[in-house]
């Protein structure tokens, strides 16, 4: 069966890829887009976690880290610019990383829906464990009281979406006191666990995280994706 006759606006393929290096997803992110323009494929919803690595987004971020280059380099913490928008943001092990691969225009939303629609994802997910989670209009995210779970940077080109949401679950929040994330002085990072008074782990959290996100953009999730070529070349590339 050839991609295109897979392609449907209202399936996605969802794939959870462990801890993955952060160049690794990158590269992994463009050959998905390129097969989402070109129509091989459906949406995608790529799940991970990254070894640590802080992420600069095109408008600012090297002037937020706040300890000395040579700290980074015995902490083995790489740094990478891309795409996407916002400013520094940590990832590493116990944050969920996600990564939807998605057509704004087949799915009629523009870039600030799309936002709004991530957003909801999280904050519907921490309802079901009895955390309530709430936006601030100027600092795109999720927060839980003051203290910021989930950061969001994204980059569409061609209505394709990549880059997406940073969710702390059981994240070393050390890691967000050598830099001013996002460009936000003085707020704090928290965690599900944090929150929670307890570890909970990346994995137990991720079939809730798809239920959520298909509910929020009325998608099913296909989380076999043995039937789509295109994915599994790009996945083994």
């Known amino acids: 069966m050839k991609g295109k006759e897979l392609v449907s606006k209202k399936v996605y393929i969802a794939r959870y890829l462990g801890i993955t290096p952060y ?8 050959a998905l887009v390129q097969a989402r323009t070109e129509g091989n494929i459906p949406d995608v919803v790529l799940l991970l976690q990254h070894p640590p690595v802080f992420t600069i987004g095109r408008f600012r971020g090297e002037k937020d ?18 795409s996407r928008g916002g400013g520094i943001t940590y990832h590493g092990p116990g944050q969920l990383v996600g990564y939807p691969i998605l057509n704004l225009k087949e799915h009629r939303l523009g870039v600030p ?16 464990l009895d955390i309530q ?3 601030l209009a100027e600092f795109p ?14 980059h569409v080109s061609r209505y394709i979406t990549m880059h997406g949401f940073a969710f702390n679950v059981d994240t070393d929040l050390q890691y967000f006191e050598y830099i001013n994330p996002c460009g936000i002085n003085g707020k704090v990072m928290t965690s599900i666990s944090q929150l929670l008074g307890h570890p909970v782990a ?7 995280l798809l ?24 996945l083994n590339g």
């Open 23 to 30: 160049e690794h997803a990158l590269k992994l992110q463009q």
């Open 65 to 82: 880290i706040i300890i000395p280059p040579e700290r980074l380099t015995q902490e083995g913490i790489a740094i990478f610019h891309t």
């Open 113 to 128: 829906e799309y936002i709004w629609k991530l957003e909801a994802v999280i904050i519907n997910l921490l309802s079901t």
């Open 133 to 135: 989670g709430h936006r």
């Open 141 to 154: 995210g999720v927060w839980v009281g003051e203290q910021k779970i989930c950061s969001i940077g994204i």
């Open 202 to 208: 990346v994995e137990s959290i991720i079939g809730n």
């Open 211 to 234: 239920h959520s996100f298909s509910e929020t953009f009325g998608l099913k999730c296909q989380r076999e994706d043995d039937r789509c070529p295109a994915i599994l070349d790009a």
